[in-house]
């Protein structure tokens, strides 16, 4: 089992950055696949980004390719979220993920029943 605590959030205009991180407990933190999704008030959880556990394949949603980029240092057992230009519609609160699952597909890792493991979230709100 790993337990995941995030940091990083915060209050950010417009344009600005902000990096989350999430870091894990554990010894086998190398064999996680780690996901980073993302609910706004009165609407859905949403996938955000994902890395996979063995050859750190990265997938991303639309809307924050080329802004966003995930990372993760094994060292450190901490995945990371570099958030660049930031807009008022990625206001949610953020959530990192964990899954040991050997099956790491794309869609795998899109889908939030993918991951057993959940950190309690960090708040991350853009003002215009």
């Known amino acids: 089992q790993v337990q995941l605590v995030e940091s990083g959030g915060g209050s950010v205009q417009t344009g600005g950055s902000l990096r989350l991180s999430c870091a894990a407990s554990?010894?086998?933190?190398?064999?996680?696949?780690m996901g980073w999704f993302r609910q706004a008030p009165g609407k859905v959880r949403e996938f955000v980004s994902a890395i996979s556990a063995g050859d750190g394949r990265t997938s991303y949603i639309n809307s924050v390719k080329g802004r966003f980029t995930i990372s993760r240092d094994l060292a450190k057992n901490t995945v990371y979220l570099q958030m660049n230009s930031v807009q008022p519609e990625d206001t949610a609160v953020y959530y990192c993920?964990?899954?040991?699952?050997?099956?790491?597909?794309?869609?795998?890792?899109?889908?939030?029943?993918?991951?057993?493991?959940w950190g309690q979230g960090t708040q991350v709100t853009v003002s215009s």
């Open positions: 554990g010894r086998t933190f190398s064999s996680y696949n």
């Open positions: 993920a964990a899954s040991n699952s050997a099956y790491a597909t794309e869609y795998a890792l899109r889908l939030g029943s993918f991951y057993p493991y």
